[in-house]
C-alpha cells in the first residue's frame, strides 16, 4: 500500500502574548509557580483584534503553499478543524479558500470544503479524513489542506483563563509524504460527556476538574483500543509520544497512565514493582476504595522511579517545548506537540528517519485517539524550514489593561471597536464582517 500521511506542516501564532508568571500571576493575587510549575505553562498566544480563526488558519496554510511551491490546482481537498467557528451553515474552509485565492492563481471550485467538529480531537479526525479519501483513491492525484485553528479562549475568572491560547496549525496530506507516515491502526475512547460545552457561546462552560478525568479515562480506552488491533505498544520502540496537551500538567498525569500501561504484565513491571517496593496490582484487597487508594500510592511513587522518570525525560518533555510558551490551540494542539518533538530532535540532532511516534488525541464531549506515525526520510527538511521560534518571539507582549481590552473584543456578545495592538505584515487580516481576510 502507498504511503500516507503529513507531507509538510506550518505553524501560524496569535501576534500577542500573556505572560503568565509576570502578568496574570500578580493579578490574580496566585503563585507564578502554580502556572509555571503546577499547570507547566509560560506564556499564551492571544490574538490580536484583527486576527481570528480565519486569518490565523489562511496565514498558516498560505506559508505551506507558498513554501512547498502549490497552486490551487494541487490541492483537492480543505478540512477545517476548529471549535471556535462563528458561522453555522457556511464552513471556515470556505473563508480560508477566498484568502487564499485572493494571493494564489486560479481557484478551489473543484474542492471539496468542510469543517470538522469534535472539539479539540477534530484536528486529528480531519487527518484521518484525508488520508482515507487519498488511500481510496479519489483524490486524482492531488493533496488534501487540513487546517485545525482556535482561539481558545475562556471567560475571564474561568479557572481554564490560565490555559488560553490562539494559533493554527496547517498540515499538506499526501502520498509518499516527507514528515510522517500514518497507521492505518486507530484506538478509540468515546462516551458522551458534558465536561466542556459551548452552546452558541464564545466562551465555554466548562468543569475543568472533571476533564481532566473524562480525558484520563478515554485515553486508558483508547490505548486498550489500539493495542486490540495494532498488538501491545513496546516503551523501547517509541520515540516520542505527543498528546493533545490543553496545559502540560495534563499530559503529565496522561504521560504516567500511558506508561503504567505500556508497561503492565511485562518484567519492566515487575523491576518497578521491587523497586517500589509494591505490587500495582493489589489483587488482596476486595474493596474498590482501598483498591483505588493502593494503586494511586502505586501510580505516585512510579512516577519517582529513576526508570519512569529518564522515559518522561526523553519521549514525552521534548513534546511540550512549544505548548509551554503558546497556551492550548485546541484542534491543533496534539499537531503542535508533534512539531515540538520533531523540533527536539533536529536540535539533538537526533536521526529520526523510521523512528515511531504514538499520537494521543482528544476531544471534550469525549473521544480520544490513538495511533502510530513512522518519520519519513524528508523531515529534518520539512522541520528546519519552520519559524516557530522566531514566531513566539515576536509576539507583543499584553500589559494587563491591554489584555482585558481585547480580551472583550474577542467575546462575540460584546460589541467593541478596540485598537489594534500590532502591524500586520503580509498576513490576512478581519476587517470587519462580510470583508473577511483581505490580505495586508
Ligand atoms: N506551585 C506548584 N504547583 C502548584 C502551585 C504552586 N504554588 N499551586 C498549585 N499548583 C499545582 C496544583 O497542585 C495542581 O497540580 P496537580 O493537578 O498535579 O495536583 C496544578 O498546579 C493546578 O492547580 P489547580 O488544580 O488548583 O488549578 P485550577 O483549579 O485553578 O485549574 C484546571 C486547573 C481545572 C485544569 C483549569 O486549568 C481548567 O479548567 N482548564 C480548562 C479545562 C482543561 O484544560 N481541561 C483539560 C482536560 S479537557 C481537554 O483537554 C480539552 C481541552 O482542550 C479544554
Redesign the pocket.
Known amino acids: 500500500m502507498t504511503a500516507v500521511g503529513i507531507d509538510a506542516v506550518e505553524i501560524w501564532t496569535g501576534n500577542l502574548e500573556l505572560d503568565l508568571p509576570g502578568t496574570f500571576a500578580p493579578q490574580k493575587g496566585?503563585?507564578p509557580?502554580?502556572y509555571?510549575?503546577?499547570?507547566g505553562l509560560y506564556a499564551s498566544s492571544f490574538p490580536d483584534s484583527y486576527e481570528d480563526i480565519v486569518t490565523m488558519g489562511a496565514n498558516a496554510a498560505h506559508r505551506l503553499m507558498e513554501r512547498k511551491g502549490l497552486e490551487t490546482d494541487d490541492i483537492g481537498r480543505i478540512d477545517v478543524a476548529t471549535e471556535s467557528a462563528f458561522d453555522n451553515s457556511k464552513p471556515v474552509s470556505t473563508y480560508v479558500a477566498g484568502c487564499l485565492e485572493q494571493v494564489f492563481e486560479g481557484d478551489f471550485h473543484h474542492a471539496n470544503k468542510g469543517e470538522r467538529k469534535f472539539?479539540?480531537i477534530a484536528g486529528t479526525q480531519s487527518l484521518d479524513d484525508a488520508c482515507n479519501w487519498i488511500r481510496a483513491g479519489r483524490n486524482r492525484g492531488r493533496a488534501a489542506l487540513v487546517i485545525a485553528t482556535d482561539t481558545?479562549l475562556?471567560a475571564r475568572g474561568?479557572?481554564?483563563e490560565?490555559?488560553q491560547g490562539a494559533g493554527a496549525v496547517a498540515m499538506l496530506i499526501d502520498e509518499d509524504p516527507d514528515l510522517v507516515e500514518l497507521s492505518t491502526e486507530q484506538g478509540y475512547g468515546s462516551a458522551d460527556e458534558t465536561?466542556?460545552l459551548k452552546p452558541n457561546q464564545q466562551f465555554?462552560s466548562?468543569d475543568?476538574?472533571r476533564?481532566?478525568q473524562?480525558?484520563l479515562a478515554r485515553m486508558r480506552e483508547a490505548l486498550e483500543d489500539y493495542e486490540s488491533v495494532a498488538g501491545d505498544v513496546h516503551v523501547d520502540d517509541v520515540a516520542y509520544a505527543p498528546f493533545?496537551t490543553?496545559?502540560p500538567?495534563?499530559v503529565?498525569?496522561a504521560a504516567l497512565l500511558a506508561y503504567r500501561h505500556i508497561v503492565r504484565d511485562t518484567t519492566i513491571e515487575d523491576e518497578l514493582a521491587d523497586e517500589i517496593g509494591r505490587q500495582p496490582r493489589p489483587e488482596a484487597f476486595d474493596d474498590d476504595e482501598a483498591y483505588r487508594d493502593a494503586l494511586r500510592e502505586y501510580m505516585d511513587e512510579l512516577k519517582e522511579t529513576d526508570r519512569y522518570q529518564e522515559w518522561y525525560a526523553e519521549t514525552i518533555d521534548p513534546t511540550l517545548t512549544v505548548s509551554r510558551n503558546v497556551g492550548?490551540w485546541?484542534t491543533g494542539?496534539v499537531h503542535v506537540a508533534r512539531v515540538s518533538a520533531l523540533k527536539h530532535a533536529l536540535d539533538e540532532g537526533r536521526d529520526m528517519t523510521g523512528e515511531t511516534m504514538l499520537i494521543g488525541s482528544?476531544?471534550?464531549g469525549a473521544q480520544a485517539e490513538i495511533h502510530a506515525e513512522t518519520v519519513c526520510d524528508g523531515w529534518e527538511e520539512e522541520i528546519e524550514a519552520l519559524n516557530v521560534d522566531a514566531q513566539i518571539e515576536e509576539r507583543y507582549d499584553l500589559e494587563w489593561e491591554d489584555y482585558e481590552e481585547i480580551h472583550d473584543a474577542h467575546n462575540h456578545d460584546v460589541d467593541s471597536d478596540v485598537e489594534e495592538l500590532t502591524t500586520p505584515e503580509g498576513e490576512f487580516v478581519f476587517d470587519g464582517w462580510g470583508r473577511m481576510g483581505e490580505r495586508k
Open positions: 496566585e503563585d509557580e502554580k509555571t510549575k503546577g499547570l472539539a479539540c481558545a475562556y474561568d479557572a481554564g490560565a490555559t465536561d466542556f465555554p466548562v475543568g476538574k476533564s481532566v473524562v480525558y493533545h490543553p496545559f500538567g495534563m503529565r498525569k492550548n485546541y494542539s482528544y476531544g471534550s
